[in-house]
Nanobody, 123 residues
Framework: QVQLVESGGGLVQAGGSLRLSCAAS???????MGWFRQAPGKEREFVAA????????RYADSVKGRFTISRDNAKNTVYLQMNSLKPEDTAVYYCAADREGGGSNLANLYDYWGQGTQVTVFA
């Protein structure tokens, strides 16, 4: 079992930055990690992911160049640095863990999910 707890969400003006954290506990060895988001009335969508080693990352086109995923395996924590935020980035952001370690962009390949953290970007 893996437990995930997100933090760092909040209210920010467009153009600003936030850093989300996802603290993992339990059997976290060699897990791929991903960030997804869900806006009101919309389906959950992929944001960013990283494989277990941290050597491979992938991003949704909508966040490339603005968001950066990173991980500190010593702290069992994954981060999502979000810069140049836009109102359309407003959503609940979820951290997810993938036991296979690949860090996929497909939500159904993730085994564990956090409770989510709200990010609201105002113009």
């Amino acid at each position: 079992q893996v437990q995930l707890v997100e933090s760092g969400g909040g209210l920010v003006q467009a153009g600003g930055s936030l850093r989300l954290s996802c603290a993992a506990s339990g059997r976290t060895f060699r897990t791929g990690m991903g960030w997804f988001r869900q806006a009101p009335g919309k389906e959950r969508e992929f944001v960013a992911a990283m494989n277990w080693s941290g050597r491979s990352t992938r991003y949704a086109d909508s966040v490339k160049g603005r968001f950066t995923i990173s991980r500190d395996n010593a702290k069992n924590t994954v981060y999502l640095q979000m810069n140049s935020l836009k109102p359309e980035d407003t959503a609940v952001y979820y951290c997810a863990a993938d036991r296979e370690g690949g860090g996929s962009n497909l939500a159904n390949l993730y085994d564990y999910w956090g409770q989510g953290t709200q990010v609201t970007v105002f113009a």
